[in-house]
């Protein structure tokens, strides 16, 4: 692949050198220099478009970060990377890998990646949860640090709910600094507030 050496394992497998394309079934592996991992049933890939692809369920994994879905379109030239449906994924934010750091991120989809830009653009029902922390979006883009491991920080657009215990806020857009762990709220925002029993604080704004 390009500038990099992959390992490809499968039960079955058919090359035709003429077009440059290669095709692979049952127990599909293939593994980067880096150690992340790709998993799936059937795969396709395409020398002179450096296109691999495939409809089957796919799962990636690498030190910091775990994906799975439905179907695949990756560029390893561009290092681009599409998963189509019912993505999820699992980010370790913490270099100490303790459970209480791991983000875990779903959306019907799609989802992609774009290693150049170390960032993640997820479509449609997008859901994030850490702790008891929840955020919902029509659409969430998430920047990370060059170790694709650390969140930098993360812009959630349309029909924003935030959740938190019993506190609750919606807004039409929200922009999370990770490093300086400031969240802005913009478009119609909301803020309920639960404090004492049944009573609540309520306010709005545009």
Do not use: H
């Amino acid at each position: 692949y390009d500038d990099e050496t992959m390992n490809i394992t499968a039960d079955t497998g058919r090359i035709d050198q003429t077009k440059g394309t290669m095709f692979l079934q049952d127990d599909v592996i293939i593994t980067s220099e880096n150690g992340s991992q790709l998993l799936t049933d059937s795969l396709s890939w395409d020398k002179e478009t450096s296109v691999v692809s495939t409809e089957d369920k796919v799962l990636i994994t690498d030190e910091r970060m775990t994906v799975s879905g439905k179907g695949i379109k990756a560029n390893t030239r561009m290092k681009t990377a599409k998963v189509l449906e019912d993505v999820r994924v699992l980010v370790n934010t913490d270099s100490e890998k303790k459970d209480n750091k791991i983000v875990t991120i779903t959306s019907d989809g799609p989802m992609e990646i774009d290693q150049a830009l170390f960032k993640a653009t997820f479509e449609d029902n997008v859901v994030a949860v850490q702790d008891n922390q929840t955020l919902k979006a029509d659409r969430m883009e998430i920047y990370f640090g060059e170790d694709m491991g650390t969140i930098k920080e993360m812009i959630c657009i349309g029909n924003v709910e935030i959740l938190q215990g019993e506190n609750k806020s919606y807004a039409n857009k929200a922009t999370y600094d990770a490093e300086r762990k400031k969240l802005i709220l913009s478009g119609r925002p909301k803020l309920i507030v639960v404090t004492e029993g049944d009573d609540a604080i309520k306010s709005s704004g545009d």
